[in-house]
């Protein structure tokens, strides 16, 4: 009877450890972002909407600078920021629409932050894994109040560096994935420059 003691106490404290571990990986995943916070990132957002259909956007971040850029369909819109002012290009009607930026707008879409709080907000399971990633299944936990959060959502993260391959939610009815995540943005990437769009009409509305 010992030895069964034992064992189903060594069995409990696996699966203990078992159950904790997806959300340690997730902390991990956490920890590596804010550690790279200051070098800038860069990631794809996929949305698919009801009626438009797939709206594709990269985008590139460093501190207020931000570059954006978007497809759907036929038309390609590049947007520049930098805290202050704001500039569109349309490639299709072929416009520079320059504004002061409001004070509300974020450096980016603000998708970006869906990656934080992950490991505190959600129960965080592992659905599967390969060589390569861990495949986690996140639903919102009933402590989690702020009512932005997407009550479920597929995270996907690399093992060698515990950066986030993709994550997937639908919000609002639109389906988001975020994928392509990479760092080390330089300024370059974002600031603004009349070059990439020389024979644009440009539209002054500061």
């Given at each position: 009877?010992?030895?069964?003691?034992?064992?189903?106490?060594?069995?409990?404290?696996?699966?203990?450890?078992?159950?904790?571990?997806?959300?340690?990986i997730?902390?991990?995943?956490?920890?590596?972002?804010?550690?790279h916070?200051?070098?800038?990132?860069a990631?794809?957002?996929?949305m698919?909407?009801?009626?438009l259909?797939?709206?594709?956007?990269?985008?590139?971040?460093?501190?207020?600078?931000?570059?954006?850029?978007?497809?759907?369909k036929?038309?390609?819109v590049?947007t520049?920021?930098?805290?202050?002012?704001k500039?569109?290009?349309n490639?299709?009607?072929?416009e520079?629409?320059?504004?002061?930026?409001?004070?509300?707008?974020?450096a980016?879409?603000?998708?970006?932050?869906?990656?934080s709080?992950?490991?505190?907000?959600?129960?965080?399971?592992?659905?599967?894994?390969?060589p390569?990633?861990?495949?986690?299944?996140?639903?919102?936990?009933?402590?989690?109040?702020?009512?932005d959060?997407?009550?479920?959502?597929?995270?996907?993260?690399?093992k060698?560096?515990?950066?986030?391959?993709?994550?997937?939610?639908?919000?609002?009815?639109?389906?988001?994935?975020?994928?392509?995540?990479?760092f080390?943005?330089?300024?370059?990437d974002?600031?603004?420059?009349?070059?990439?769009c020389?024979?644009?009409?440009?539209?002054?509305k500061?």
């Amino acid at each position: 009877m010992r030895k069964l003691s034992v064992l189903l106490s060594l069995s409990v404290c696996m699966a203990v450890a078992l159950a904790q571990e997806p959300k340690e990986i997730v902390s991990r995943m956490e920890a590596e972002m804010a550690r790279h916070e200051g070098e800038g990132m860069a990631m794809t957002v996929e949305m698919r909407i009801p009626l438009l259909g797939t709206v594709t956007t990269r985008t590139w971040t460093l501190g207020d600078n931000y570059k954006m850029k978007a497809s759907v369909k036929n038309t390609e819109v590049t947007t520049w920021g930098d805290g202050l002012t704001k500039w569109t290009y349309n490639t299709k009607s072929n416009e520079l629409v320059i504004e002061n930026e409001k004070a509300d707008q974020s450096a980016s879409d603000g998708s970006s932050e869906m990656f934080s709080g992950i490991a505190e907000g959600y129960e965080v399971t592992l659905r599967k894994e390969s060589p390569e990633a861990w495949y986690f299944q996140c639903k919102k936990s009933k402590t989690n109040k702020d009512a932005d959060d997407p009550k479920s959502m597929d995270l996907v993260i690399a093992k060698d560096t515990f950066y986030p391959m993709s994550l997937s939610a639908k919000m609002n009815g639109v389906s988001l994935t975020l994928r392509d995540i990479s760092f080390g943005v330089v300024q370059a990437d974002v600031a603004f420059d009349m070059s990439h769009c020389p024979d644009a009409v440009v539209k002054d509305k500061r």
